[in-house]
């Protein structure tokens, strides 16, 4: 059985796996897509209990999936949602948002999809360029306050953006890029976050799947794929033999190595939580079993040795 683990000083009790619904979508049969209500029940069969998701996935498509799902299983008091709101269709084209009178009605949009009345961490997505943060974050902590969101977040924000954030001590959780290709969150703000007792939740922790050990050099990369700094040579090729150096450890803990990376992550303190992006029921069942591996510290280290604190993509 897993423990549940608490999100920073938060009333939020949660498995240490989550699931990451950018990926969330109706079936379809041309693209072997699963339907997404699928890969979340049997994410819950299995003890998972906690959904990542955002207004901006699929523009509300990932949220109305999970609302439908959770409503049709009654299983809303069973689950913990984190959702997030700043980006605004304007004309067709999406802006930053953080107002406080958008974020208010964000927040009542979200409600709606998710066909419940409360939130349980909701986020600000990315920081706008206009709005005080405080006066952004204080827009959460009045729908706190009113029972409308439980936790109150903030992503994508710099350090210093957080610290004018958090200026009256309401942000809960943290959520920001950080995988084995980008450490940096530890030197910039993992201190901030031990002093505030902020929960840290990092995104992209397979950076699009790297980083779970699906790619060999004959993998097929798609041409979006190839955009990306991580699929470019040489540090494609680089990061391939890195990765054929960590898979050594697969034996010794029985098990992929993308479960071997989501432990690693969740022996940083201040980790609570991962959410990594599963896009079907095989990878929502891999992903969980994450939380049953406790790295010894030798192998932490070898971890470290091969992917430094200091590795970084050239973007
Ligand atoms: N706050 C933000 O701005 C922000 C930004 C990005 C993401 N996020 C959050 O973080 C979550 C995770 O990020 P992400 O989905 O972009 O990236 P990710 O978790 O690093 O990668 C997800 C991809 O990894 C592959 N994968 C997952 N489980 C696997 C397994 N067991 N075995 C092999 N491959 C596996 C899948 O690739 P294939 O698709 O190729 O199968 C999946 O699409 C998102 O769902 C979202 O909730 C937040």
């Given at each position: 059985?897993?423990?549940?683990?608490?999100?920073?000083?938060?009333?939020?009790?949660?498995?240490?796996?989550?699931?990451?619904?950018?990926?969330?979508s109706a079936a379809d049969?041309?693209?072997?897509?699963?339907y997404g209500?699928?890969?979340?029940?049997?994410?819950?069969?299995?003890?998972?209990?906690?959904?990542?998701?955002?207004?901006?996935?699929?523009?509300?498509e990932?949220?109305?999936?999970?609302?439908?799902?959770?409503?049709?299983?009654?299983?809303?008091?069973?689950?913990?949602?984190?959702?997030?709101?700043?980006?605004?269709?304007?004309?067709?084209?999406?802006?930053?948002?953080?107002?406080?009178?958008?974020?208010?009605?964000?927040?009542?949009?979200?409600?709606?999809?998710?066909?419940?009345?409360?939130?349980?961490?909701?986020?600000?997505?990315?920081?706008?360029?206009?709005?005080?943060?405080?006066?952004?974050?204080?827009?959460?902590?009045?729908?706190?306050?009113?029972?409308?969101?439980?936790?109150?977040?903030?992503?994508?924000?710099?350090?210093?953006?957080?610290?004018?954030?958090?200026?009256?001590?309401?942000?809960?959780?943290?959520?920001?890029?950080?995988?084995?290709?980008?450490?940096?969150?530890?030197?910039?703000?993992?201190?901030?976050?031990?002093?505030?007792?902020?929960?840290?939740?990092?995104?992209?922790?397979?950076?699009?799947?790297?980083?779970?050990?699906?790619?060999?050099?004959?993998?097929?990369?798609?041409?979006?794929?190839?955009?990306?700094?991580?699929?470019?040579?040489?540090?494609?090729?680089?990061?391939?033999?890195?990765?054929?150096?960590?898979?050594?450890?697969?034996?010794?803990?029985?098990?992929?190595?993308?479960?071997?990376?989501?432990?690693?992550?969740?022996?940083?303190?201040?980790?609570?939580?991962?959410?990594?992006?599963?896009?079907?029921?095989?990878?929502?069942?891999?992903?969980?079993?994450?939380?049953?591996?406790?790295?010894?510290?030798?192998?932490?280290?070898?971890?470290?040795?091969?992917?430094?604190?200091?590795?970084?993509?050239?973007?």
């Open positions: 059985m897993v423990e549940k683990v608490r999100l920073g000083r938060t009333d939020l009790i949660v498995h240490p796996i989550g699931l990451g619904a950018n990926k969330i049969p041309d693209t072997h897509t699963e209500g699928d890969v979340i029940l049997a994410g819950i069969e299995n003890g998972m209990n906690f959904i990542d998701t955002a207004f901006i996935y699929g523009r509300g990932s949220e109305t999936i999970i609302g439908k799902t959770l409503k049709e299983n009654q299983l809303r008091k069973e689950i913990v949602i984190a959702t997030k709101g700043a980006h605004q269709e304007v004309n067709g084209e999406i802006q930053l948002n953080n107002h406080p009178d958008f974020l208010t009605q964000q927040v009542e949009d979200s409600l709606s999809r998710l066909q419940t009345d409360y939130i349980d961490l909701y986020y600000i997505h990315f920081p706008d360029e206009d709005t005080p943060k405080a006066e952004a974050v204080g827009a959460l902590a009045r729908l706190k306050e009113q029972g409308k969101i439980r936790a109150i977040g903030v992503s994508n924000f710099s350090l210093e953006q957080l610290k004018e954030a958090n200026v009256d001590g309401h942000v809960d959780v943290v959520q920001d890029e950080y995988n084995l290709l980008n450490q940096s969150a530890e030197e910039n703000f993992f201190p901030y976050f031990k002093e505030k007792e902020i929960s840290f939740i990092p995104y992209f922790p397979f950076a699009s799947g790297l980083l779970a050990g699906k790619y060999d050099q004959d993998t097929h990369l798609s041409d979006r794929q190839k955009q990306r700094p991580q699929f470019q040579e040489p540090t494609y090729s680089d990061i391939l033999n890195r990765m054929d150096k960590l898979k050594t450890l697969e034996k010794k803990y029985d098990t992929g190595i993308q479960n071997i990376v989501l432990a690693y992550y969740l022996s940083q303190e201040p980790v609570n939580a991962v959410i990594p992006g599963a896009r079907n029921r095989q990878q929502m069942l891999e992903n969980l079993h994450a939380a049953t591996i406790q790295l010894d510290s030798e192998d932490r280290a070898f971890i470290e040795s091969v992917f430094p604190k200091d590795y970084r993509l050239n973007k």
